[in-house]
Nanobody, 115 residues
Framework: QVQLVESGGGLVQPGGSLRLSCAAS????????MGWYRQAPGKQRELVAT???????NYADSVKGRFTISRDNAKNTVYLQMNSLKPEDTAVYYC?????????WGQGTQVTVSS
């Protein structure tokens, strides 16, 4: 059973930064495409960023230039560095792992951007 455990969420002021981490339990972490998604109250879950096994990255237009996704295969961990945070970034952030027909989700971590 694959487990994804997110951490690093919290309350931050507009313009501030947070770094989210997702620790994964799968045996061969490096072959998975990892991603971060978010869901704000009353809205659908949306893609934030993904990183492939070859470390190619993809970002939602709303976070380009502010967020950076990275992975450490030795630690089975994916990160999301979030800078210049805005109130509209407030959401529950979920870690995702995909490989062929396999699709796993973490439990989510709350990020609140407010003064």
């Amino acid at each position: 059973q694959v487990q994804l455990v997110e951490s690093g969420g919290g309350l931050v002021q507009p313009g501030g930064s947070l770094r989210l981490s997702c620790a994964a339990s799968m045996t061969i972490f490096s072959i998975y495409t990892m991603g971060w998604y978010r869901q704000a109250p009353g809205k659908q879950r949306e893609l934030v960023a993904t990183i492939t096994s070859g470390s190619s990255t993809n970002y939602a237009d709303s976070v380009k230039g502010r967020f950076t996704i990275s992975r450490d295969n030795a630690k089975n961990t994916v990160y999301l560095q979030m800078n210049s945070l805005k109130p509209e970034d407030t959401a529950v952030y979920y870690c995702n792992a995909k490989l062929a027909n396999y699709n796993y989700w973490g439990q989510g971590t709350q990020v609140t951007v407010s003064s």
